[in-house]
């Protein structure tokens, strides 16, 4: 499969301050991309998703920004809260195709 | 979004066994997928189950080790053979319904011993 990386496999935050996730794609074809994030012992939950013709796309306290030219794209979680804590994985795919890989995943800690 | 879950939660078996796993979907769904997760790692794609069909496998996962079936569009099952203790990971269970996104079953955790 596509190979889909991220920059920071873990990251400390304390609680109120914005959070940023990032991470880097090399399937120049994928064009949907999903931010999950997975708490211990569940499966992986949805949080936002971007197609390509888009750039930015904004849900409740995350925004996701996305960047083809560097293949990139990150995840930005606003007043970080101690129920944001998990592991955030994006994952990338062809919309048509309807699979996608994943990225290895960075831990979020948020320090009350 | 689609309720999926995931029979057994967990199992412990021992080498050389097979374990099946079921999903089953609240609703009919497009398209269903396995997903291995082995411990601290991230998601591998196993394989795409078809329904009415055989499965579409991902490079390095084949059917003889992870048969898959999907007899109608709200239900799949993975069956783990012969296993070993590498086999020990988080199997998990996923769904596409038309144009919505990919949704998650809680996924089964199988320790080998």
């Known amino acids: 499969g596509e190979s889909v990386g991220l920059h920071l496999p873990t990251l400390s935050v304390q609680e109120g301050d914005n959070s940023i996730i990032n991470c880097a794609y090399s399937n120049s074809a994928s064009d949907y991309f999903i931010w999950y994030k997975q708490e211990s012992g569940k499966g992986p939950q949805f949080i936002i998703d971007?197609?390509?013709?888009?750039d930015k796309r904004q849900g409740q306290r995350v925004t996701v920004l996305l960047n083809k030219t560097v293949k990139h794209l990150s995840l930005q979680i606003a007043a970080t809260q101690p129920g944001d804590s998990a592991v955030y994985f994006c994952a990338e795919g062809e919309y048509n195709f309807n699979k996608f890989y994943f990225g290895s995943g960075t831990k979020l800690n948020v320090k009350p | 979004s689609a309720v999926i879950s995931q029979k057994p939660s967990r199992d412990i078996c021992q080498r050389g066994t097979s374990l099946t796993i079921q999903c089953q979907v609240d609703s009919q769904v497009t398209m269903m997928f396995w997903y291995r997760q082995q411990p601290g790692q991230s998601l591998t794609l196993i394989a795409t189950a078809n329904q009415g069909s055989e499965a579409t496998y991902e490079s390095g996962f084949v059917i003889d080790k992870f048969p898959i079936s999907r007899p109608n569009l709200t239900f799949s099952t993975l069956t783990v053979s012969n296993m070993s203790p590498e086999d020990s990971s988080i199997y998990l269970c996923?769904?596409?319904?038309?144009?919505?996104?990919?949704?998650f079953g809680p996924g089964t955790r199988l320790t080998v011993l």
């Open positions: 996923s769904v596409v319904s038309g144009t919505d996104t990919q949704y």
């Open positions: 971007i197609r390509s013709n888009m």
